[in-house]
């Protein structure tokens, strides 16, 4: 395999405006482009500083609680009779998920540029917490923005968010979720840009979001690429990651890019099924648009009006994803797949039962496609799913679809 | 020369200050819009800026979002948009139409297959709330083609390289965006909008419009004395939400609130 090229071309990515190949870019009102560049200044800047990233490093360590384990999880593996399979543990992260990671840095970042305000968009409630959890622990005033659908299914996290001094917004425009929190936080944002840092929570939105929460995540793919070449003593086949935004992938894929023995499998939201229309999954069936402030794939109807889209699990319920996700596609460096409702529904029983540990219903959309590779494997081969968060938040929603109340 | 150049120098010359009227294709109803450009025309608008729907209308307020919804809801899609313009030229070949939205419905028809249906249907600039000009040079490319100018907001948050590189991209006429915020929002300051135009004015020659928050004949009067353009938009579309189930009225009582702001804007240009 020629494997100059990809290097050469994924090494540099994105441009100084953002590209990834043709995704990417700023596409923002003009009131956001002062603040983007003040971002992307400070962002390159504090990137480059030792006092910088070793709060941050302190912080990860004793705040977050990394590194997170990667854990072999061998009755798991055993019962597939195929690919040995690894757990990237962020599901035990403060707060529970990988969202922390790059909620510290966003908001040790905010700190430093002098902003004492704080905004985010959130679906399943997970960026959410993990924003009002950094913006509680550093004094800065928080509001979280959130549709009133992802509100009603997850409930807890809201309250979480509320405990710890939020104030969460609910917006009731367009389809009620995630894309709309997201252009309600946008508006926030133009209108108090002087003293308001966004904390966006995924691989998306204007540059320099997409590379700037990547790095910020690339922390799971350093842990992981270390933890496997000590405990294994190589790399794995195939890495397998939930898409939804794409941040929790991106993190975990980015530091093996340059690693082509490496398959990269990215899953996103296959909802009732790709043929039924009621899916999140952009990637395996959308067409390239415009949209939150980047070019990428979308989930869109014929005259470029976004598509409501329909997922189990909140976190993955985005029309949208990261443009270095659709540019990974493209160039074929990563494959991307969808895993049903029921088919992460599956998931979610079957390693709570196997291993004792309960996935969040988006990582379950990357345990049942990490079984499905496995089971056409051998021993000898290595799969790493990222266990991107734990599933407490989700046992509402489990609970009601078999038809028990709680 | 084109219909926006041409209207401006009209303007100029008899010492009249452009109205602006906005309204979102479709709304309230679909039969209502053409109908609506002519009476907004008679009540003395002098450019016409047509909202294309979206389903994301990250820029705007509640009021528009809700014109997009209702719009949408009813089929309006960009193809119709440009129907309605067409329908409009029938009838008048002289006030310029402006389109205003966002780069995705243009993306999904292709640039040049958008702009050959947009010039052919009479449409004269393009506004674009998400297209920055550091990204719009394919579009703008298209736009090229056919004659339409490409119209570029300035924020009060522009910086004094940024105006100086928009203005270098602009044709017909410049926007200035007079506040921090989304459509329909409170009107920043006066002499902060007059201070922010000088800056603009001395990179370009084109006329300056001021659009969001400007919401009665009073605070459009004001910004009549310092720019060359008024836009309203919000107010207009609240209008149009209240009578959306009285359609009879909306042929009144919408051009009314035109004129009345054109006559405030008339007599502050009497007393400069």
Not at chain 1, 348 to 353: A, D, K, Q
Request: aromatic share 6%; hydrophobic share 40%.
């Amino acid at each position: 395999m020629n494997t100059s090229k990809h290097k050469s071309i994924i090494g540099s990515q994105p441009d100084s405006r953002g590209h990834f190949g043709p995704y990417g870019g700023i596409f923002a009102s003009e009131t956001l482009m002062a603040a983007l560049e003040e971002l992307q200044e400070a962002y390159e800047r504090y990137l480059q500083d030792p006092d910088f990233i070793a709060e941050l490093d302190d912080d990860l360590r004793h705040y977050v609680g990394r590194p997170s384990p990667l854990y072999f999880a061998q009755r798991w593996s055993e019962s597939l009779g195929g690919a040995s399979l690894y757990l990237k543990r962020e599901d035990l992260n403060h707060t529970g998920a990988h969202k922390i990671n790059n909620t510290v840095g966003q908001a040790l970042l905010a700190k430093r540029m002098g902003k004492r305000r704080i905004i985010a968009e959130t679906g399943a409630g997970q960026h959410g917490v993990a924003t009002a959890t950094v913006a509680a622990r550093l004094g800065l005033e928080c509001v979280v923005y959130m549709g009133v659908e992802d509100i009603q299914r997850q409930a807890i996290n809201v309250y979480r968010m509320k405990l710890l001094g939020a104030q969460v917004v609910a917006v009731e425009s367009g389809s009620k979720t995630l894309k709309d929190a997201l252009n309600e936080a946008m508006r926030d944002w133009v209108t108090h840009v002087d003293d308001t840092f966004y904390i966006i929570g995924t691989v998306a939105g204007p540059h320099p979001y997409p590379a700037m929460v990547r790095d910020f995540q690339a922390i799971i793919g350093r842990e992981a690429r270390a933890q496997i070449l000590d405990q294994a003593s190589r790399l794995p086949d195939a890495l397998v990651a939930c898409v939804g935004g794409g941040s929790n992938a991106m993190g975990l894929f980015y530091p093996f890019l340059d690693d082509m023995e490496v398959a990269l499998h990215g899953v996103e939201g296959g909802g009732e099924g790709l043929e039924t229309g009621h899916h999140a999954a952009p990637l395996c069936m959308g067409r390239v648009g415009v949209l939150h402030g980047n070019r990428t794939y979308l989930m869109e109807n014929d005259d470029g009006q976004i598509n409501a889209t329909h997922s189990i699990s909140a976190g993955l319920d985005y029309p949208g994803v990261g443009p270095e996700h659709a540019w990974l596609k493209d160039s074929g460096r990563a494959a991307y797949h969808a895993v049903t409702d029921d088919e992460a529904l599956r998931a979610f029983h079957e390693l709570t039962r196997i291993e004792g540990i309960m996935p969040a219903l988006e990582s379950s959309h990357a345990i049942a496609y990490g079984a499905k590779i496995a089971r056409k494997m051998t021993p000898d081969n290595i799969v790493i799913v990222n266990l991107s968060g734990r599933g407490d938040k989700d046992i509402h929603t489990v609970a009601e679809i078999e038809g028990m109340t709680l | 020369m084109s219909r926006i150049s041409r209207r401006f120098a009209a303007l100029e010359k008899s010492k009249r200050r452009a109205l602006i009227p906005f309204v979102t294709a479709g709304d309230p109803r679909p039969e209502v819009t053409v109908p609506l450009l002519h009476e907004m025309v008679a009540a003395g608008a002098d450019v016409l800026e047509l909202g294309v729907p979206f389903s994301d209308p990250m820029a705007d307020g509640p009021v528009i979002q809700r014109a997009s919804e209702r719009a949408l809801a009813q089929g309006i899609c960009l193809h119709r948009v440009l129907g309605m313009v067409k329908e409009f030229r029938e009838q008048d070949d002289e006030t310029p139409v402006v389109l205003m939205g966002y780069l995705n419905p243009y993306e999904a028809m292709g640039y040049d297959v958008f702009a050959q249906a947009a010039g052919a249907a009479g449409v004269d600039g393009v506004l674009t709330v998400d297209l920055p000009p550091e990204e719009a040079d394919e579009f703008v490319c298209a736009l090229d083609g056919v004659g339409i100018d490409p119209i570029f907001l300035i924020a009060p948050t522009t910086t004094t390289q940024r105006v100086a590189a928009i203005c270098a991209r602009a044709r017909g006429f410049v926007y200035y965006v007079s506040l921090k915020g989304v459509t329909g929002s409170q009107m920043a300051d006066i002499d902060s909008i007059a201070a922010k135009i000088t800056e603009i004015k001395a990179h370009t020659r084109l006329p300056v419009g001021v659009g969001f928050g400007i919401r009665d004949g009073a605070s459009a009067a004001r910004v009549a004395r310092v720019s060359d353009a008024v836009v309203i938009g919000s107010i207009l579309v609240q209008k149009l939400e209240e009578l959306a189930h009285h359609p009879a009225e909306i042929s009144v009582k919408v051009p009314a609130l035109v004129a009345e702001i054109r006559a405030a804007m008339d007599a502050e240009g009497e007393r400069i």
